[in-house]
């Protein structure tokens, strides 16, 4: 039986070349960076060399880069140190959309019940915002935007440059959430307009527990937390050389293939959508049917459970997901998909297929084989599928 693996957006294999970069600082070169000794100058000249790299697929300055535990911690820290920092200054009025990923949307939740005001950007069936929606949202006291490039779960792009555009021109900060478009799509923060760019290494075949915030120089982030002045203040605690330095490895081979593997991703990606929706009844596309990230397929197939659907691919061999791997042990729909206006049956019947550079023809030909006798075995199973009205037995 096959092993196939479409899950991509959860999680990337290590890829051996950064798994090589490593390795040293492991054995070797394990010193503390902040110690002045050659052991500790060596484990600094690795994390130096990994915001070189960071900021050079960026297009900003090495000392605009932030190194963190992943891209929870990077959202994290944008979304309260802007927030907290500037509430007295530029206000507390703060707007997102209801579609982000948890790691943004729960620190906006969290600053509500503080004082602060939020408004949550309306979207339109593909999830994407209106830039104008945007500049309309904006008052005197905004001090912070905060969107997802790319969505976690359905893979719609947003319209960042002219957000971020539009941010600027009335002077409020703009963070992008990154993390799924990283190593995708080109993510030049200058093109972008972003004032702050959170991404997490293991998005694109680099460790775990790692990530990075671009904090534009002349804006002011409050520390979340404290104990040193590693990552100039901004972020206390010893750093994860390994981890640094693999983040900057992965990065670089990851804007080095991106362009080729992207146009292949888009290939397979495009085949797998129509194929679906030609095969199996009653199945819709989520998310923008073109601007999306290169490597997701959302589609939500009526009567069946996402659930049930995951199962019995595992059992064929086949990882896929419903939705964010944050929220995998959860019963409810999708907020996301809820979001876009799908009604709770329906939110409930999503499969989330992400490809990566490893997907072969042969993958997309296997699950195209099991899927659609899986789906129909699992209608006949449903009470409420209408199709059983046509039964003999």
């Known amino acids: 039986m096959p092993a196939v693996y479409m899950d991509h957006a959860a999680t990337t294999p290590l890829d051996p070349a950064v798994l ?69 200054s530029k206000g507390k009025h703060i707007i997102t959309t209801g579609l982000e990923h948890h790691a943004v949307g729960e620190c ?113 982030v409050l520390p979340q937390i404290h104990g ?31 362009e080729g593997r992207a146009q292949r991703e888009i290939s397979l990606r495009d085949r797998l959508i129509a194929s679906i929706l030609a095969t199996i009844p009653d199945t819709r596309l989520n998310g923008h049917p073109r601007e999306r990230l290169p490597n997701n397929v959302n589609v939500s197939i009526l009567w069946v459970e996402g659930e049930s659907i995951l199962l019995a691919l595992d059992l064929k061999g086949i990882a896929a997901s419903s939705g964010s791997a944050c929220t995998s042990g959860s019963l409810d729909p999708s907020h996301v998909l809820l979001g876009i206006g799908l009604d709770h049956a329906t939110a409930h019947g999503s499969l989330r297929l992400t490809l990566g550079k490893d997907t072969t023809e042969g993958d997309i030909d296997y699950l195209l084989e099991v899927l659609p006798p899986i789906i129909q075995r699992l209608r006949y199973l449903s009470p409420i599928w209408p199709g059983h009205k046509n039964r003999s037995d």
Not at 58 to 82: H, K, M, S
């Open 20 to 88: 090589e970069a490593m390795l040293p600082y492991f054995t070797t070169a394990y010193g503390n960076a902040s110690s002045v000794h050659s052991y500790g100058r060596e484990a600094r000249e690795g994390i130096d060399l990994a915001r070189q790299q960071v900021a050079a697929v960026l297009g900003c300055q090495p000392r605009e880069i932030i190194f963190t535990a992943g891209g929870t911690e990077a959202d994290n820290l944008a979304v309260y140190g802007v927030a907290e920092n500037y509430a007295r």
């Open 108 to 220: 906006f939740e969290q600053l509500a019940k503080r004082g602060y005001r939020v408004t949550t950007l309306p979207v339109d069936e593909y999830g994407r915002i209106d830039p104008e929606e945007v500049r309309r949202s904006i008052t005197s006291e905004t001090s912070l935007v905060s969107i997802a490039h790319g969505n976690n779960e359905i893979g719609t792009l947003q319209p960042a440059g002219e957000i971020g555009r539009i941010c600027r021109e009335l002077g409020v900060f703009f963070h992008l959430d990154a993390v799924q478009s990283t190593g995708h799509l080109p993510v030049k923060v200058e093109e972008l307009n972003c004032d702050l760019l959170s991404l997490a290494a293991h998005k694109f075949y680099g460790p775990k527990g790692v990530g990075a915030l671009y904090v534009r120089q002349g804006v002011r």
């Open 228 to 258: 040193g002045a590693q990552e100039r203040g901004l972020r206390a605690g010893t750093e994860n050389v390994p981890g640094i330095v693999g983040l900057g490895a992965a990065i670089t081979l990851a804007e080095r293939e991106r």
